[in-house]
């Protein structure tokens, strides 16, 4: 029943993206039809992190969002798609590519601020450059206040990333993020991970409704198994119960980006981003 049930959503949520927009005037009878077609997503800012497709040249990543039919990202830092070796005017124009092409990138990361002030003053100027709200980071605990004093001179909001039960001494679940910020800034927040929170031994669910005021943007994503090990697989192949989560989304109004990172298949991974995209979506079809 499990992959009957699975093959069923990803039917829905695949061919519903490829059927071409149909004149509302045949609709008349029935006027909440195009709203949801429209809007698939109901109201959630749903897009891809680059990362997923980092071992692409910027150019095929921008085709590989667009073919799989969302409209926002989250622009990784790696050479292929704006690094922070490049010029200010480099990376103003790649992120001119992205949104030349209708996308709209909502957040830059993971980045690592690990290394003392002019590091992470670089990443801050890296975000401005591309004209993001957000940066998701992994930064030491004895680098919070750092991060307060940058969040007041850019306002750009952090997005702390869990890491899972590896991350010893950092930040393995969303909870411990938000015990390590509670006390600055309100812009210092969080990047929740599903599959990170899961194996940290966290509800996703639960830490999205416990965390919902400093959450700031979400890593939407599957997992074949607990532990210590990631283990990344297609959506709804795996364990993580993604309708509890988009539910969670759903009840907050989450306005943040909710980027599928797709970290399986590095070489090759439309086929499993877009499988995860249409799984994902005809849960949300079914929601409505």
């Known amino acids: 029943m499990h992959s009957i049930s699975r093959r069923r ?3 829905v949520g695949t061919i519903a993206s490829m ?14 039809t195009t709203t949801d077609a429209a809007d698939p997503w109901l109201g959630l800012k749903v897009g891809v992190a680059t990362y ?7 150019e095929e990543a921008i085709k590989a969002v667009k073919r799989v039919g969302l409209s926002y990202v989250s ?3 790696v050479k292929n798609h704006i690094d922070l070796s490049h010029t200010t005017e480099e990376r103003k124009e790649r992120a001119k590519m992205f949104r030349d092409a209708g996308l709209i990138p909502l957040s830059v990361g993971n980045v690592s601020m690990r290394t003392g002030e002019a590091d992470i003053r670089k990443a801050f100027e890296y975000a401005r450059d591309i004209g993001v709200p957000t940066i998701v980071c992994s930064p030491s605990i004895d680098s919070i206040p750092i991060l307060d004093k940058m969040v007041k001179e850019f306002d750009i909001k952090l997005a702390i990333h869990n ?3 590896e991350d010893k001494g950092f930040f393995p679940s969303p909870f411990d993020v938000m015990r390590a910020v509670e006390k600055f ?11 990170h929170t899961a194996r940290a031994g966290v ?15 979400l890593h939407m994503k ?16 795996g364990i993580l119960d993604s309708k509890s989560i988009l539910a969670a989304l759903l009840k907050i109004k989450f306005q943040g980006l909710v980027g599928f990172e797709y970290e399986k298949d590095g070489k090759d991974p439309i086929p499993g981003l877009a499988e995860s995209v249409g799984y994902n979506k005809g849960l949300l079809a079914g929601m409505k």
């Open 9 to 11: 959503l990803i039917q």
């Open 222 to 237: 599957d997992i074949s198994a607990m532990g210590d090990k990631n283990t990344p697989i297609e959506a709804g192949r």
């Open 203 to 217: 509800d996703p669910a639960d830490s999205i409704l416990k965390c919902q005021e400093r959450l700031y943007d």
């Open 19 to 32: 059927i071409p927009a149909i004149p509302s005037r045949l609709f008349a009878s029935s006027p909440s």
């Open 185 to 195: 800034d309100k812009r210092i927040g969080l990047c929740i991970d599903v599959g």
């Open 52 to 58: 997923s497709l980092r071992d692409l040249p910027i």
């Open 75 to 77: 622009i990784k830092n």
């Open 163 to 165: 890491h899972g039960p």
